[in-house]
């Protein structure tokens, strides 16, 4: 988990209320993603970014936003949270070329209720 | 559009014996092929990976085998301990692809 902070690491919300989970890095990587993790499922790619403010829809984005308005920082929001969010979110980022792998936090456990 | 499928789900081994776990692509232009190892409450890191101009790579007790013309690798963990008890997911890449898809993971239980 070096170099990637997820916070919070557990949130319990309620349906219909706005949710915003954060990651930051200090790798200096360009690129950033998240990915929602449930069982069956495996790891599943939301959104990503290129860059600052450069952001890109993944397999499963309906419901959910992203900015990035700094290199190390990289926002997700649930506009209107809804029970099928319920999920551990994990962030992870690259930056020297695909071939290095990606780093991962050590995710969200998010609860809609 | 399944392009990864990775089996078994879930495996179960003997200290000591060896696990084996396969992953199958669909898109040919892959050419970088890892390996991730995640336990549980933490997020997925990357374990072994090899490109497609060797058949091959091992390190340590972890061992890619590639098959290009299947369009399949697999990781072998010898000599498996308790301690490799993880999800392992396999990620196939290629560069500008900015995507990174999963399998969908395998649950390896090493027995004592």
């Known amino acids: 988990d070096a170099g990637i902070t997820q916070s919070p690491r557990h949130k319990v919300t309620e349906t219909g209320t706005p949710v915003t989970l954060r990651c930051h890095q200090t790798?200096?990587?360009?690129?950033m993603y998240w990915y929602r993790q449930d069982p069956g499922h495996g790891l599943r790619l939301i959104h990503y970014s290129y860059g600052v403010k450069d952001t890109d829809k993944g397999e499963v984005s309906d419901g959910y936003s992203v900015s990035r308005s700094k290199t190390e920082d990289f926002l997700l929001t649930l506009e209107s949270a809804t029970s099928s969010q319920t999920s551990v979110y994990f962030c992870?980022?690259?930056?020297?070329?695909?071939?290095?792998?990606?780093?991962f936090g050590s995710g969200t456990r998010l609860t809609v209720v | 559009q399944q392009q990864v499928k990775q089996s078994p789900q879930s495996l179960i081994v003997q200290k000591g014996g060896i696990s084996i776990i396969n992953c199958a692509y669909e898109?040919?232009?892959?050419?970088?092929f890892p390996w991730y190892q995640q336990f549980p409450g933490k997020g997925p890191a990357l374990l072994i990976a090899i490109r497609p101009d060797v058949s091959e790579k091992k390190e340590g007790r972890f061992t890619i085998s590639f098959n290009k013309s299947a369009k399949q690798f697999s990781l072998h963990i010898m000599d498996s301990q308790p301690g490799d008890s993880a999800t392992y997911f396999c990620?196939?890449?290629?560069?500008?692809?900015?995507?990174?898809?999963f399998g969908s993971g395998t649950r390896l239980l090493v027995r004592p």
């Open positions: 898109n040919t232009a892959f050419d970088y």
């Open positions: 790798e200096n990587h360009r690129y």
């Open positions: 990620a196939p890449d290629m560069d500008s692809s900015y995507k990174l898809i």
């Open positions: 992870a980022s690259s930056g020297q070329g695909y071939f290095y792998g990606y780093t």
